[in-house]
C-alpha cells in the first residue's frame, strides 16, 4: 500500500489488518507499528492501495526488533 502525506511525499508500506483488536495489540508489543483507522485513512474505503496520513513525515529506522541497517538510512 502506498502510504501519502499532504505534503506529497510517498512511500510503500505494508499494512497487517486485523479483525480483532486484541490481535493487533499483540503484534504492535511485538513487533511495533502504527495503528490506522480503515474508514479514517482510506477514505471510507475509496481510497483503494492508498493510506491518507495527516502527520507529518518521519521516516523510520527503528520498529520493534526490526530495523534499517546504517548502510541503506541515507
Partial sequence: MIAIWE???Q???R??????RNAAAA???????IMFNPKRDR???RA???WRRKD???RIFETGPLSVPEPLRN
Fill in 7 to 9: 505534503d506529497g511525499k
Fill in 27 to 33: 503484534f504492535l508489543d511485538h513487533l511495533g507499528g
Fill in 56 to 58: 507529518v513525515y518521519q
Fill in 15 to 20: 499494512l497487517h489488518c486485523f479483525a480483532d
Fill in 43 to 45: 477514505e471510507n474505503g
Fill in 11 to 13: 512511500e510503500q508500506w
Fill in 48 to 50: 483503494r492501495g492508498a
